[in-house]
């Protein structure tokens, strides 16, 4: 079963903006998202209680990412604004029963969508 399908990722320019979505089979209690570049470890970036709507997001992305999800709960969102290119690299929708921007706390992940940044 494929739980968790990413898009919206693509090639932008630095400053520029990207929204990526989320499709979401299933309820969670905490969804996030997640990024790995080149060469990098896995590092959180954002995840929101599907049940309050409380979020955390990474020091790194605080002010310019944002994280959301649509009433039904069938779609997770990333805003992302202002764009870097240290911003760059493989970003992942995950979805599990804790909410922590570790992503050894979370047990669901799509396959990734890609995100490059040019300067």
Do not use: H
């Amino acid at each position: 079963l494929v739980r968790l399908v990413e898009s919206g990722g693509g090639s932008v320019q630095a400053g520029g903006s990207l929204r990526l979505s989320c499709a979401v089979v299933d309820d969670y209690a905490y969804m996030g998202w997640f990024r790995q570049a080149p060469g990098k470890e896995r590092e959180g970036v954002a995840f929101i209680d599907s049940f309050s709507g409380v979020t955390d997001t990474a020091d790194p992305v605080k002010g310019r990412f944002t994280i959301s999800q649509d009433n039904a709960k069938t779609t997770l969102y990333l805003q992302m604004n202002s764009l870097k290119p240290e911003d760059s690299g493989t970003y992942y929708c995950a979805a599990g029963p804790f909410g922590s921007l570790s992503p050894s706390r979370f047990k669901y992940w799509g396959q990734g969508t890609q995100v490059t940044v040019s300067s």
